[in-house]
């Protein structure tokens, strides 16, 4: 499995910290009358979602985050606020993105052999051949607008952390479909109270996930389709030549030249590439990693006045660093480098940041 992904911890962490993971984000999509169903068991939900394998479908997914999270230029769906995206699948593997930023947009397309990402900003297409060995890269950034995989790896990695219960009905993007709520088990300790899947009734796969804290009445982060069209999509849809006078490059050349800047980048970018160290199990899992000296001297003023200004200072008998809290996250930076997040309350990093190496 990929480490990267591995807790909920990674849910806002994930990017801030330069360790990508979940990102369970969502809005409450098609309200209405909630529908009237048979009886189902949670069991039954649960295996739906993790062998969910959804067939040819095209949808808008709407994104409304109440996270505290600033925004991140490269996944704005993450930053507070509502967002929007398209996605849209062959059911056999083939899959296309439209990730829209400010005035911009960035397209991923699987054809099933090659992975193509473009970014309309500064027009460089990213290239990357699939490999039986490795994951498909860029699909990561599609699947924070996915439900059905967000859904997939919240139960995947929680499920033996989490009491399962089955609350009632409700009706997303005008589909009938059961809550299945996965709440920690009282000796986790997480700042998640609950996650909501809104599991299609007919279709079997996730239409929308809700992420409630400690805490709030309401969720805040939730991720959901307003609209979906069940049946075969435009092929063309999973085709795609790159625009004229477009930079392409591939996964290989854009390390390369990570490597070549590393001195100039900051610490979120410098952490790509590093693997981050799992503590723990279940909803209070901690990701650390620690930032290389070169990135930590060399932080961009503007990223730096972004660290100051939503983290506060903190000491310990592990040193001293900078806390950053959002309501579904928390980041502990040390002055020497360490970093450890989690979807946990401050003294659990406290605890776990002596540990990292």
Known sequence: MNKRKVTLAAAAAGVITGATGLSLLAM??????????????????????????????????????????????????LADGKHSARIWTDG??????????????????????????WNSADNEVTKSEHKADQPKPDTEKAETVDP????????GLTKEFSDISVDGTARVANRAAYELVLTPKASEKTLIREVRIAVDSEL????????????????????????INVGPQD??????????????????????????????MGIEQALQGEHPQIFGTGWDTVVGARIPAEAMTQVPAEAQGMVDRFTKKV????????IFNTKV??????DDGRVV?????????????????
């Open 28 to 77: 409450p999509a098609g309200a209405g009358q909630p529908p009237s169903l048979p009886d189902v068991s949670a069991e039954t939900l649960v295996e739906q979602v993790l062998t969910s394998n959804p067939s040819a479908f095209g949808g808008t997914v709407e994104v409304d985050n109440k996270l505290g999270l600033p925004s991140i230029a490269e996944i704005p769906q």
């Open 92 to 117: 056999n593997g083939k899959f296309r993105a439209a990730l829209p930023n400010g005035q911009s947009e960035q397209t991923i397309v699987d054809d099933g052999t090659t992975t193509w990402s």
């Open 148 to 155: 059905a995989a967000a859904a997939k790896q919240v139960v």
């Open 204 to 227: 079997k796969m996730p239409l929308r996930v809700a992420v409630l804290t400690n805490g709030t009445s309401e969720p805040v982060g939730l991720v959901g389709f307003s609209e």
């Open 235 to 264: 092929s063309k849809l999973f085709e795609f030549t790159p625009p004229a006078n477009a930079k392409v490059t591939t996964p290989e050349a854009k390390e390369e030249k990570g490597r070549d800047r590393m001195p100039e």
């Open 329 to 334: 996250a928390t980041i502990l930076i040390a």
């Open 315 to 322: 000491s310990g008998a592990w040193g001293s660093g900078k």
């Open 341 to 357: 997040a989690g979807a946990v309350p401050e003294q659990v990093l406290f605890d776990t940041i002596g540990q990292v190496k």
